[in-house]
């Protein structure tokens, strides 16, 4: 006997065996059971996820009359073994219609067809008409369709497939009940192939069979053929170097390589990978598509997600687990967003290798970035804007209780724990002492209201725990108040009352000139300034900012 493809061997003959679209046949099921029988049905969805081979259970289902020939109206499960289901299976049914709208899109065609539909059915209950592709249809076919559709006769169903159904007319889609085929989810298509591999003797991994399902896109009829090309290719045995080879996978190993080396900031060694991919011919396209999944695949670890559920062999899920573990949540997911900002540059370059390199050159830049809660702390004050806080070593409780070495390893613990509390502690210019037990926090109004956020007190209360032992606490005391904006310094005793010099020479009726301040001056001459800050420009060239304004700071 003939070879038959996997895909038509394994097509799925009664409901019970289409994957992946429960809701769809629990809805045509019950609505057969009960006996509400539409005049028309569009199936919609990518290709492969059975819309055809829907309609064709519909037309068994309909017109089924049982293993015995007892059956005498439609059923929800039909037999496949009588007369009428083989003859379907076959397309050898003269009731049953399959017409592809791609050859058949004329309107004379179309009105031959619906004349020929008006005579009744010659064995079967229900004459089935399965248009497939529907959306191919001229204008004026569509046209010549809405009546009969709108209005069959009791013997005629019709059932409308397409996988543009955006191009279908609404005049269609309102006479018709439509049901969206979704992408066959990975588990439901993996249990699957595991199936076909069991029953037809293929020896396959279940890391391979999740490659492949992968590669399929979502679609059950690509996911068999690949399975039948590399058992194939494998002489029954599937191995995950073959399958990715095959599937044009990327290895591995040079992904991880080309992950450390950017987590590292290593720009020379990226330039080298991306060299080497080009050498060997591999189009950079696909390795910049493949990269960005192996980096969501890192971002899932870092996350906790077990390793055994990524589509990656054992060895490359635990090595990916480690560099997950040591870059940290927040770095891949910034590192995630930069490059899906240069996706369509990839894509669409005419110089695909350049576009990946600079691309990975520009991830490679983000170790060096500075948080932008350190970078806000130390610009200098503006002026006029106050005195600052006190020095940390002059406004430290004087005492027993102080304890500077264990106040640094707070701040220290914060810093590599919770970034964004550190940093708001160093905008504020927080200072920290330690009186036995307890953690003392000298803020400012402003600082002291965001240290009663629950989940800021929390943090601040395990990083005291951390170092202070397990009984620790914190509290906040306030910090020196700063005169009101405009003097230009605070009251101390009868000196200040004495006028300062620029306010003593100024001339009558004009305001004194603001004291002297290493903050850019605002407008172009402030921004010209900016710009050649390094760390300025260090964001502006990864970001693709530009300075806009420079403002003083208000507090």
């Not at 009731?95 to 791609?102: H, Q, R, S």
């Not at 050159?361 to 806080?389: D, K, S, T």
């Not at 701040?411 to 502690?425: I, T």
């Not at 005793?493 to 100024?506: E, L, M, Q, Y």
């Amino acid at each position: 006997m003939a070879y038959q493809a996997l895909a038509r061997k394994w097509r799925p003959q009664t409901f019970a065996e289409l994957v992946g679209q429960e809701a769809i046949v629990t809805a045509l099921g019950n609505a057969l059971r009960e006996g509400r029988i539409a005049q028309a049905y569009l199936f919609s969805g990518i290709r492969g996820v059975g819309k055809t081979t829907a309609a064709r259970i519909l037309a068994k289902a309909l017109n089924c009359v049982g293993e015995d020939g007892s059956t005498t109206g439609p059923v929800a499960d039909p037999c496949d073994k009588c007369l009428v289901c083989r003859e379907i299976r076959q397309g050898g049914d003269l009731d049953v219609l399959e017409i592809d709208a791609a050859t058949y899109s004329k309107v004379e065609q179309v009105r031959d067809l619906t004349e020929s539909l008006k005579y009744g059915p010659a064995r079967d209950r229900y004459k089935v008409v399965v248009l497939d592709e529907i959306h191919r249809l001229s204008r004026q076919a569509f046209d010549a369709l809405l009546k009969i559709v709108e209005e069959p006769p009791a013997h005629l169903t019709f059932v409308f497939a397409t996988t543009e159904i955006e191009i279908v007319p609404a005049t269609i889609l309102s006479r018709c009940q439509e049901f969206h085929f979704r992408r066959v989810p990975a588990n439901p298509m993996v249990a699957h192939l595991t199936r076909i591999c069991e029953e037809e003797e293929i020896e396959a991994s279940r890391a391979t069979l999740r490659l492949i399902a992968r590669a399929s896109e979502g679609s059950m009829r690509d996911a068999v053929a690949l399975l039948d090309q590399l058992a194939t290719f494998g002489g029954g045995k599937l191995a995950d170097e073959d399958v990715g080879r095959l599937l044009g996978g990327i290895d591995a190993e040079l992904l991880s390589s080309l992950l450390e080396a950017i987590l590292a900031g290593e720009g020379a060694r990226v330039s080298r990978t991306i060299r080497s991919i080009e050498d060997d011919g591999t189009d950079p396209r696909q390795v910049f598509t493949h990269f960005l999944g192996f980096l969501r695949s890192a971002l899932h670890l870092a996350q906790g997600l077990d390793p055994e559920q990524l589509d990656l062999p054992a060895e490359a899920a635990t090595e990916l687990e480690r560099v997950a573990s040591g870059a940290g949540y927040e770095n891949l997911l910034r590192l995630l967003h930069l490059l899906l900002s240069s996706e369509t540059v990839v894509r669409r370059a005419d110089a695909p290798g350049l576009a990946l390199e600079v691309a990975l050159l520009r991830a490679a830049e983000l170790p060096r970035l500075v948080r932008i809660e350190q970078l806000g702390a130390a610009l200098p004050n503006p002026p006029n804007a106050g005195a600052p806080p006190p020095e940390r070593t002059s406004s430290a409780p004087a005492g027993p209780g102080v304890g500077s070495d264990a106040a640094d390893e707070i701040r220290r613990f914060l810093a590599s724990n919770h970034a964004s509390l550190a940093g708001l502690l160093d905008f504020h210019k927080a200072h920290f002492a330690v009186q036995g037990s307890t953690l003392v926090v000298t803020a400012v109004p402003a600082l002291d209201d965001a240290l009663r956020d629950e989940a800021k007190a929390s943090q601040l209360k395990a990083a005291a725990r951390a170092v202070l032992g397990p009984e620790a606490a914190w509290k906040t005391t306030p910090a020196a108040p700063r005169p009101p904006e405009g003097d230009s310094e605070p009251a101390a005793g009868p000196a200040a009352s004495t006028p300062a010099p620029a306010r003593r020479n100024a001339p009558a009726g004009q305001p004194a000139r603001p004291p002297a301040s290493r903050t850019p001056p605002p407008g172009a001459e402030g921004r010209t300034a900016a710009e050649k800050d390094p760390t300025v420009r260090a964001v502006l060239d990864i970001f693709g900012g530009r300075v806009v304004d420079v403002r003083p700071r208000t507090h």
